[in-house]
C-alpha cells in the first residue's frame, strides 16, 4: 500500500494501528491488555488512539472483535489476516 493510501487509510493512527497489529500476533486480547501491550511497544498511548485505531482496522477488515472463552469482548487478527502477515504490516507501517 502506497504511504499516500496508508496515511488515507488510517490517518493519525497509523503507526498505533501498526503496534495493534504487533500485539495481537499473540492472540485475541481484551481492550485494557491491548492498551497494556501497545504502550509497552510504542509508550504512551491514550485510550482515544487506541480506540481510534482499532475503529479503522475493523472497518479494513484486518481485526475483529470476538468473546473470549471467560466472555469478555476481546479483539483478535482477522481470519481473513493472510500467512504472509507483512503484507499488511508494510502497508500501515509506510
Known sequence: ???????AAFGRFGE????????????PLRATKLLDEVRNLDGH????????????????????????DDGRPAYRLSRRWPEDRSVHSEGVLR
Not at 16 to 27: D, K, Q, R, Y
Open 1 to 7: 500500500m502506497p504511504a499516500d493510501a496508508t496515511h
Open 16 to 27: 498505533t494501528a501498526m503496534w495493534i497489529l504487533v500485539a495481537l500476533t499473540s492472540g
Open 45 to 68: 498511548v491514550g485510550p482515544g488512539a487506541l480506540f481510534g485505531a482499532v475503529a479503522r482496522l475493523e472497518r479494513r477488515g484486518l481485526i475483529e472483535a470476538v468473546v473470549n
